[in-house]
């Protein structure tokens, strides 16, 4: 599975099939490739072309060529690397204002190293105060202590920390189906089953559904707010008229409510001229009134049952896959919330503001937006998730299951069939699921664990490279008589 997910990684960066069978029969991870020198792509069965292609894919950056085969007597003069400094583009950075600044000239001669998001947080705290200065370098001191406090430590193992902040949470959850809160109609997923789906990355979600905001002109008007909704929701024949089977004249009779159009802005023409345009329809229909009459060319009872519920589901108007919408003021304006889920298709409607509209589906956003707000939405869904059942989680533990889970550049499952399964250790592969599978394609492969996770160290019996097992003390012994006696 990780080998399969490997080449599918190679084949999106727009490499050809023969240069990745060479690459993936040499490595196993797209990090390994991008580390790796231009001697060991050569060992793998590339040519200079193939080599070029694959660095300028992966966005490896070129390196002066050496010259292989030949060795110089001289010996090499060290050639400075040029680095390339990352410069935030000027209008992206809000300027600091006159106290801000003063603060960090404060902060500089204190010998203090604040971030400016901490130093604008304590200027929107204390500005417009008249706090003496020497007040303001204890507050300045006291935030640095704090700020140093609550770093990491070294060789910290931040993993197995957000596994189980996330995990001792969700044994506490509850595993129901809850209303939506101020809108009984629509059901929605909450507490555990929620949290799987989430890390699961299920493709659909159980109960699908999306929050649709409308652009300002149309947000605060209850009239035009139900129409978009109208035009949202899906509307069939079933659900505006009667269907009626006449058994003697081998017909149906589609008897439409009148109310129920006028309610949907639509008219007996419109029904009419959907189901003329039905497929596999072979039948005569007619127009009488507000009754669609359908004759039957076939004289079977069979027959005519598929007729009433083809016409029955017929859609006549409407956003696939959004089965109801409902409307509900949050604020000062007015929101539609849906039961289902089609987002590229919502957000094509003009009345829709597509910056703020969202669905809880987060492979569907992947699909529309990519992979960045598909991360900003397993971060958002997985939290709310935990706040709606009254836990606090650290935000920072979330977002690195999100990191982990998108950090192919698409979303991965946490699981066999995703994260767990694709690991570079085979030990830590057969230590999740399917263990003889993995052990013995291993061995028929000569695949190498180097043991660097934790899983395979503890299998092993080696301490895990974390924590005081990341550092090795060396001890060498002294003769006596020596000058360093």
Request: hydrophobic share 40%; aromatic share 4%.
């Amino acid at each position: 599975m990780a080998k399969k997910d490997f080449e599918k990684a190679l084949q999106r960066k727009g490499l050809d099939n023969a240069t990745i069978v060479k690459i993936s029969a040499r490595f196993n991870k797209i990090d390994e490739v991008k580390s790796a020198s231009k001697d060991q792509l050569f060992e793998a069965g590339l040519d200079e072309a193939e080599v070029e292609k694959v660095l300028g894919a992966l966005g490896v950056k070129k390196t002066k060529k050496v010259a292989v085969g030949k060795k110089s007597l001289k010996k090499a003069e060290p050639v400075e690397e040029e680095k390339d400094e990352f410069k935030m583009p000027l209008d992206k950075i809000r300027p600091q204002s006159e106290y801000e600044k003063k603060l960090s000239k404060i902060a500089e001669e204190l010998g203090l190293e604040l971030p400016r998001r901490v130093i604008s947080t304590i200027a929107g705290r204390i500005e417009g105060i008249d706090v003496p200065d020497e007040k303001v370098k204890a507050i300045l001191r006291k935030a640095n202590e704090k700020y140093l406090d609550h770093r990491m430590d070294a060789n910290e193992s931040a993993g197995i920390v957000a596994a189980q902040s996330i995990g001792e949470p969700g044994t506490q959850m509850t595993m129901r189906t809850f209303h939506y809160a101020g809108v009984a109609e629509i059901n929605v997923t909450l507490g555990l089953p929620r949290l799987i789906e989430i890390v699961d990355a299920r493709r659909v979600p159980s109960t699908p559904m999306m929050n649709i905001y409308l652009t300002e002109e149309y947000r605060n008007d209850r009239d035009k707010v139900k129409r978009i909704a109208s035009q949202i929701e899906t509307t069939t024949v079933g659900e505006i008229a009667d269907i009626e089977t006449d058994m003697t004249n081998m017909r149906i009779l589609v008897k439409m409510d009148v109310h129920r159009l006028e309610q949907h802005e639509l008219t007996p023409k419109d029904v009419y001229d959907r189901i003329g345009r039905l497929r596999g329809l072979k039948t005569v229909v007619e127009l009488d009134d507000d009754v669609i009459i359908i004759n039957s060319e076939e004289p079977s009872f069979k027959r005519l049952q598929n007729i009433v519920d083809m016409v029955r589901d017929a859609k006549i108007k409407g956003v696939d896959q959004i089965s109801r919408a409902i409307i509900k003021k949050t604020g000062d304006e007015y929101v539609i919330y849906t039961e289902g889920s089609n987002l590229r298709d919502v957000l094509s409607v003009p009345e829709v503001d597509k910056r703020r509209t969202t669905t809880n589906s987060i492979q569907e956003i992947y699909d529309v937006l990519g992979v960045e707000a598909a991360r900003q939405s397993i971060i958002d869904e997985a939290y709310k998730t935990l706040d709606e059942q009254g836990l606090t989680v650290d935000i920072r533990h979330i977002m690195l299951v999100a990191d982990l889970m998108t950090a192919d550049g698409d979303v991965k499952a946490i699981g066999r069939h995703g994260i767990s399964g694709r690991k570079s250790s085979v030990l830590a592969r057969a230590a999740f699921e399917i263990t003889a599978a993995h052990l013995l394609h291993a061995a028929l492969t000569g695949e190498e664990d180097h043991l660097d996770g934790v899983a395979e160290n503890i299998i092993v019996g080696q301490p895990v490279t974390l924590g005081t097992g990341a550092v090795n003390l060396v001890y060498t012994p002294v003769r006596r008589g020596s000058k360093n006696d």
